[in-house]
């Protein structure tokens, strides 16, 4: 069992940064990957970012490539989303996720464990 805690959201300008941060619980946190995925207004859940779980391989969407980096501190438990050059179309709730390995990397189904989203919003 994996407990996932976001936080770090909030308002911030057009081409601000923002650190999102997901605090697991669990002694097998080293064991899955991880994954960051968001949903705005009226939109569908969609694939962000994700890690590997030994850290060694990440994975981005084309919309926040060069923008976002993914990131795992295994000694706190805790994934790592800094977001940069911020704009108006990233906002949305930011969730965190954990999938075991084998599972398919950006697909909303194969993540087993969620937490409750974080809320980020980019002002023009």
């Known amino acids: 069992q994996v407990q996932l805690v976001e936080s770090g959201g909030g308002l911030v300008q057009a081409g601000g940064s923002l650190r999102l941060s997901c605090a697991a619980s669990?002694?097998?946190?080293?064991?899955?990957?991880m994954g960051w995925f968001r949903q705005a207004p009226g939109k569908e859940r969609e694939f962000v970012a994700a890690?590997?779980?030994?850290?060694?391989?990440?994975y981005y969407a084309d919309s926040v490539k060069g923008r976002f980096t993914i990131s795992r501190d295994y000694a706190k438990n805790t994934v790592y989303l800094q977001m940069n050059s911020l704009k108006p179309e990233d906002t949305a709730v930011y969730y965190c996720?954990?999938?075991?390995?084998?599972?398919?990397?950006?697909?909303?189904?194969?993540?087993?464990?969620w937490g409750q989203g974080t809320q980020v919003t980019v002002s023009s």
């Open positions: 890690i590997s779980w030994s850290g060694g391989t990440t």
């Open positions: 669990g002694r097998t946190f080293s064991s899955y990957g």
């Open positions: 996720a954990a999938r075991s390995p084998g599972r398919r990397t950006t697909v909303i189904s194969e993540y087993d464990y």
